[in-house]
């Protein structure tokens, strides 16, 4: 069995490779060596081993053969500790426990270790790519958590799952910065963001394409710019992201490629998404100038109540903020009412917190 890298199992099953159906180069994959695609005889189950119904014999296997998994991914917004600790089985489970464990791993000249992070080859990855800073993508990320080998030839590892963002499913309920309805990305994930879960998989070794440089960022600074990082955990029994820091008016979050502003008050200081900052402004621009004025169109619904609009300012006033270095960010409003001159002026911003200037 190929990589199924997890999340497929939340697929319909005509698509169990949702990453094989995108792939451009299909035909690439008849060059690939078998071995190369981490084809392995071995598939983990996670059995419920506090159910208290009778099982079949199948399941009851399952159960007396599990071990406990502490995962290594403790993120800070956690729903609860030991979130992502499970119970899993590795079957076929003989072959399986009688392997013997290693620490450690060679795949030409470099040593794997637990907990290391590795790129993986998925089926999609070309044969010949080799690993480089604009291909990424093409490979999975994985953490070692366990390795065994029958021989030198077959050494397979026991891996959690990191996933970028682009492959996470979309939650049960829409998420109002999810970037779009088919897929879970939200708006606040970096491009090199993973997300590290608690899907795991017993993969050949030799899909292994190097390893990867992975850190997990805690989000007390911004200084993560061009490495891989991981700040969030996707649980399996759950299915939802854990929480990560809040910020701005909204209580979205911080895309690290982003920038975003600070307010400077001491007791505000808080960090405000510029959409916020021109859509707080629109508003209060709206309210002075704009909500006496006679509608035309489009203000009431067929019943009669008024249409309470999110931008009420939409079509009447737009605005862009002028940022210039060593000097406080400036607000540039348009009248775009018809009927009135079309101008345009330049105001301080104020935080919608405090109310402070921005400076
Ligand atoms: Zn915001
Ligand atoms: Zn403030």
Redesign the pocket.
Known sequence: MAPKHGLNTLQPPEDTHKRAKTSSTPASRSATPAEATGKVPFVVHYPNVSSKKKLSKKDQELVDHAEEQLSPFIAKGRAKDGELDQYYTVTPTPEWEAMKKYNNFIIQGEVYKNNHFVYVRSDETPSQKDLDEENLKLFWVARILQVRAQNAQHVYALVAWMYWADELPPPKVRAPDQMTAAGGKRTYHGKHELIASNYMEVLDVLSFAGKADVLQWEEEDDNIQSKLYWRQTYCRETQELSKIREHCVCKGHFNPEVSMFI???P????WLHKACLIDDILKKTYEKLAANDPEINGTAKPNGKPRVKSKPYEGKFSARIKDVEDSAPMIIIKDLRPGKESKEWEEEIF??????VLS
């Open positions: 307010c400077d008050n007791t505000c200081k808080i935080c919608p917190k405090c109310d402070t």
